[in-house]
């Protein structure tokens, strides 16, 4: 382990490999500010630039990216009170009542810092627990990743909100989608309907691109507005930069030595933001606000929750990056992706020949390790470029869609292009892109369908190792037996839980 964590940070400090990084951060920053881009939408645009890098280039690149985006959504949360990323919602309760009371600078300073601090925890997180992990991976064979891939595309219940229905729907059109290609087994063609390009199946990338980034550029085009739609919201965003002005670096290093007298609020607000993290399904917001109450019960002044209270700031800025660390965790070890952003990650590791599994654990450790230090390396850069130009980065949410939407789609289209340079992924980006759009003017959710996408080939393999080594006896292996109760126990809990949601609604509709 110590071999490797010198070898990851000397492969990340190649100039090259640091120079993607900070271009990633550089790019994350710049959306992570724009309320409605997210993290997920912005792999998704990139993901088609990590084709032909080396992992460890790769993954500096689109993990610096993705390490900034929450980062960044902060500061619209805290400026103006429209959260920047759907996880920087718990910000808002606190950061803008400071803001509206003239302290902008002070809860920036806090939330930025304290947002780099649990990034720094979930990241140790991730490090620690490579060896519980390994040991267990290692042992496991093709059935028990089987028994995985299943339960990863169980959480498609937890993954669906409140429409499970739609959300099984999707993940079945997924599994199609998978199924395109090249049988594997028997070297026929399945769904190509005689086109040759077909044959290799739906590439991923410009599937990836058009249903997230794609679709988000569509909606904004269709918005005709800015990306900060309110007119009220730019006012105060006007006023609040003026506040920033006005209080200067002084208040923001005030904020910073807020996080430090309050670090151990930090470490636990990390660790609840990490665990809840490994949760496939489960969700950043959900970190945030468990985090920010756990915080409001233990203050001594819970009274100053939901009024500007820095505990709440400093709580939410915490959870808000560690939960990325904890994703990493099942994604890295067993390929089930906490939530759309690990998903889309999750492709990246197809892209650049990687599989999820024992071998990033032995072989690629030196990989799965350099992701840590992108953590760490990204939110340090993140912060020192937030507190230096913040002020100044707003603005660019008063930009008319007129601007922002030619340059995306330019940037979209070509970089779908160049990935395979075949002039049918950018028809494939566009009707992903239209069905992303259908899908979130109708509730349809987008991410079981990638999901099952990414899961769906890999399932297949494994099941076809499983009955070719064992026979049907697989069925009957301890780990795969536990892993079945735990997916039958998952669409029990969930059943029960929809269920009693269904009778306290019937009970307030009759009320």
């Not at 993705?66 to 619209?76: H, P």
């Not at 072989?363 to 990204?378: C, G, N, R, Y």
């Amino acid at each position: 382990m110590g071999e490797a964590l010198v070898s990851s940070l000397a492969q990340l400090l190649q100039p090259q490999t640091l120079l993607l990084m900070l271009v990633g951060v550089a790019v994350g920053f710049a959306v992570g500010i724009l309320p409605g881009l997210g993290g997920a939408v912005t792999l998704a645009l990139m993901l088609p630039f990590s084709v032909g890098l080396e992992p460890v280039q790769a993954f500096a690149f689109l993990l610096g990216m993705l390490a900034v985006t929450s980062t960044a959504g902060d500061i619209t949360s805290v400026l103006f009170g429209v959260p920047g990323e759907a996880t920087s919602a718990a910000t808002v309760l606190d950061g803008h009542p400071m803001t509206k009371r003239g302290e902008a600078g002070r809860a920036l300073g806090a939330v930025l810092s304290s947002s780099a601090l649990g990034a720094a925890f979930g990241a140790v997180v991730l490090v620690a627990v490579i060896p519980i992990v390994r040991p267990l991976v290692l042992s496991f064979g093709p059935a028990e990743f089987f028994a995985l891939t299943i339960l990863g595309l169980t959480f498609v219940v937890a993954l669906s909100g409140a429409h499970v229905v739609r959300g099984l729907l999707m993940a079945l059109l997924g599994v199609m989608v998978a199924m395109v290609g090249i049988d594997a087994q028997e070297g026929v063609p399945r769904y190509a309907f005689g086109e040759l390009y077909l044959w290799a199946g739906i590439p991923l990338v410009p599937l990836v691109v058009g249903l997230f980034g794609g679709a988000e550029l569509l909606q904004l085009m269709l918005a005709r507005g800015s990306i900060n739609r309110s007119g009220s919201a730019r006012t105060e965003a006007d006023e609040a930069g003026d506040e920033v002005r006005a209080s200067g670096m002084s208040a923001l290093l005030r904020g910073v030595r807020d996080s430090l007298a309050h670090w151990w609020l930090v470490v636990r607000s990390g660790a609840i933001g990490t665990a809840i993290g490994m949760m496939p399904g489960v969700g950043g917001s959900v970190a945030q606000f468990l985090a920010y109450g756990h915080a409001q019960q233990t203050s001594r002044r819970p009274e100053e929750f939901g009024h500007g209270s820095i505990e709440g700031v400093i709580a939410a800025g915490a959870s808000n990056n560690a939960k990325d660390s904890g994703a990493l965790v099942p994604t890295v070890a067993f390929g089930i992706p906490g939530g759309a952003a690990t998903a889309v990650l999750l492709s990246a590791f197809l892209v650049v020949g990687l599989d999820p599994g024992p071998e990033m654990l032995t072989t690629d450790l030196d990989v799965t390790l350099s992701m840590a230090w992108i953590v760490i390396l990204a939110n340090v850069v993140a912060v020192a470029i937030a507190l230096l130009t913040v002020r100044h980065l707003v603005k660019l949410t008063d930009l008319p869609s007129t601007y922002i939407v030619p340059a995306l789609l330019v940037l979209l289209t070509v970089g779908t292009y160049t990935a395979s340079n075949n002039f049918a992924d950018v028809l494939v980006m566009l009707a992903a892109a239209g069905l992303g759009v259908v899908c979130v003017r109708w509730g349809w959710p987008r991410v079981p369908f990638l999901l099952a996408v990414v899961l769906g080939s890999i399932a297949e393999r494994y099941l076809f190792l499983s009955v070719s080594l064992y026979g049907y006896e697989w069925l009957t292996r301890p780990v795969v037996v536990v892993v079945a109760v735990i997916i039958v126990l998952t669409l029990i809990q969930s059943m029960r839980r929809r269920r009693s949601v269904r009778v306290l609604a019937s009970k307030g509709v009759s009320r």
